[in-house]
Structures are given as C-alpha cells and as structure tokens.
Nanobody, 126 residues
C-alpha cells in the first residue's frame, strides 16, 4: 500500500515560483509512475506532469511545459514539482498520484492512477 502526502502549496504572485513536494510511504515499483494533477473550482481534474519512477522519463501537459519541472528521489520516495512563471490559470488544488503499473499510452490519464494524496492549494494572484 502507498500513502501520499503533498505539501508546499501557498499564495504567490503571478510570475513567481513555488515548489510542491509529495512524500510517499510504501513501496514504489520501478515501472510505476508518479505524477501531479490539479483541479480548479468547477473544472475537472487535469494532468500536469508525471515521471516514470525507474527510468525517470518525464511527461508534461502542454500548458505547463517549459515552466514546470517534475523530479523524484527514489531513495527518499519523494516527488517534487518546481513551478515557475506562475499565472492565475495555475490556481488549483494540486494532487500527487501514483500509478502502480501504467500502460505508457495512459500515463497522462487520471484513470491510470491508483493512489492519491489529499491535495495542496496553489493560488496565484494577479
């Protein structure tokens, strides 16, 4: 079993930066994926970024590519999301999630992720 806890959310000005962290307890297999999703009010939860736990291959939503960086520390079972050049459109609750055995074609899909954290609020002011 895997438990995920996010931290690092807060209020930032547009153009600013913020780093989110996710601490995982339990075993993460090398073929797992760990990622970030976000959900704004009245919107569906959407993919932000994910990383293949073993290989380290990174995938990003087009809306954040070039601004966000996902990393993981396998020895510590932690996941991070460095967010730069934030805009008000980035305002959302950000969730950490783990996919035990993702099919590559579904690695960006919410449905592939079995474990979820509680979420952390990111608010970007203009």
């Amino acid at each position: 079993q895997v438990q995920l806890v996010e931290s690092g959310g807060g209020l930032v000005q547009a153009g600013g930066s913020l780093t989110l962290s996710c601490a995982a307890s339990g075993h993460l297999a090398s073929n797992s994926a760990m990622g970030w999703f976000r959900q704004a009010p009245a919107k569906e939860r959407e993919f932000v970024a994910t990383i293949r736990w073993g290989a380290g291959t990174m995938y990003y939503a087009d809306s954040v590519k070039g601004r966000f960086t996902i990393t993981r520390d396998k020895s510590k079972n932690t996941l991070s999301l460095r967010m730069n050049m934030l805009t008000p459109e980035d305002t959302a609750v950000y969730y950490c999630a783990a996919a035990p055995t993702p099919i590559l074609s579904t690695i960006r899909s919410l449905q592939a992720y079995y474990y979820w954290g509680q979420g952390t609020q990111v608010t970007v002011s203009s």
